[in-house]
């Protein structure tokens, strides 16, 4: 069992920068792919990115490339959501998932367990 809890949201202006956290529990962290998704007020819960328990792969959905930064550190069983530039698309939940089998990254059926969000408002 893992579970995580996402911090570091809030309200910041266009242009802005956020760093999200996602501490997990459990010895197994570092066997994860763990990824952010996105849920934004009425549309489905999207993918962001996803890195692999190395750090050796990175998936980006468009729209972040270039603005949005995962990384992790397997030592503090955290992972981390750099964002940069921030535009009012960008406003949303933000969930951490992990994903024991480290498939499908996009793919939200393919992570076990998610955190219970954290909001990331972005004003105009």
């Known amino acids: 069992q893992v579970q995580l809890v996402e911090s570091g949201g809030g309200l910041v202006q266009a242009g802005g920068s956020l760093r999200l956290s996602c501490a997990a529990s459990g010895r197994t962290f570092s066997s994860y792919v763990m990824g952010w998704f996105r849920q934004a007020p009425g549309k489905e819960r999207e993918f962001v990115v996803a890195i692999s328990w190395s750090g050796g792969r990175i998936d980006y959905e468009d729209s972040v490339k270039g603005r949005f930064t995962i990384s992790r550190d397997n030592a503090k069983n955290t992972v981390y959501l750099q964002m940069t530039s921030l535009k009012p698309e960008d406003t949303a939940v933000y969930y951490c998932?992990?994903?024991?089998?480290?498939?499908?990254?996009?793919?939200?059926?393919?992570?076990?367990?998610w955190g219970q969000g954290t909001q990331v408002t972005v004003s105009s």
């Open positions: 998932a992990a994903n024991r089998r480290g498939i499908q990254y996009s793919r939200e059926q393919a992570y076990d367990y």
